[in-house]
């Protein structure tokens, strides 16, 4: 059973800090990663994808991935309100059959404050 | 462009009714796929269709009836829903439902159609 998982929160930090959500998965053979972020009512939005060991920058956000630990993170730098979101970490075992199929963590709900 | 777009936004059937979601991408990817998305919980995938052929079915019920007309356009026909069927159903698409070193397989979600059953 594939699993993939992420603390549902909320996760609360201050306008300007630094968000950290984290991610763990099951399956080794994970080739694929990604985040999304969903607004309340709204469809997930890709974010970011991650396919190598280390860190990968966009503007504020940096995705983390460690295959040995099996754990992958996002950071987001300078958050902003507008940032308020649950966050989605999806993983696929990448190409081939059905592997690509994604797994989602449940989310975890991010709130900036003012 | 990442841009796929769904309608309509909202639909309210009946449990008797018959009805279509659609769904379009103009970004020349050859997979779609069908989510659906109950509150407060991830997305389940539905169907997944490749170069316009099903290729995935999630065991699900008959009820739902997905079509693929050309590789820009998905439908997902609905008959005889039951009000547990109330969700959010999304659509999405990849360039290829593999990855490769020159093929994504990032999935973009449409905005979804909100549909309620009574």
């Known amino acids: 059973q594939k699993e993939v998982e992420q603390n549902s929160g909320p996760l609360s930090v201050p306008e300007g800090a630094i968000a950290s959500l984290n991610c763990t998965y099951s399956?080794?053979?994970?080739?694929?990663f990604f985040w999304y972020r969903q607004y309340s009512g709204k469809s997930p939005e890709l974010i970011m994808s991650?396919?190598?060991?280390g860190d990968k920058e966009d503007g504020r956000f940096t995705a983390q991935l460690n295959k040995a630990s099996q754990y992958v993170s996002l950071l987001i730098r300078d958050s902003q309100p507008s940032d308020s979101a649950t966050y989605l970490c999806?993983?696929?075992?990448?190409?081939?059959?059905?592997?690509?199929?994604?797994?989602f963590g449940k989310g975890t709900l991010l709130t900036v404050n003012p | 462009d990442t841009e796929v777009t769904q309608t309509p936004k909202h639909l309210v059937m009946g449990m008797t009714n018959k009805k279509s979601l659609k769904c379009e991408q103009h970004?020349?990817?050859?997979?779609m796929y069908w989510y659906k998305q109950k509150a407060k919980k991830p997305p389940e995938l539905m169907f997944v269709?490749?170069?316009?052929?099903?290729?995935i079915n999630e065991s699900v019920p008959s009820r739902f009836s997905p079509e693929c007309p050309n590789s820009s356009l998905l439908n997902l026909h609905l008959h005889a829903l039951q009000p547990e069927d109330s969700a959010l159903y999304l659509c999405?698409?990849?360039?290829?439902?593999?990855?490769?070193?020159?093929?994504?397989?990032?999935?973009?979600f449409g905005p979804g159609t909100r549909l309620t059953v009574l």
């Open positions: 999405a698409s990849s360039q290829d439902i593999g990855g490769g070193a020159t093929i994504s397989n990032e999935q973009f």
């Open positions: 399956d080794r053979g994970s080739q694929s």
């Open positions: 991650i396919y190598s060991n």
């Open positions: 999806a993983v696929s075992l990448g190409s081939g059959g059905s592997n690509y199929k994604l797994t």
């Open positions: 970004m020349g990817h050859r997979a």
């Open positions: 269709y490749s170069y316009e052929k099903l290729s």
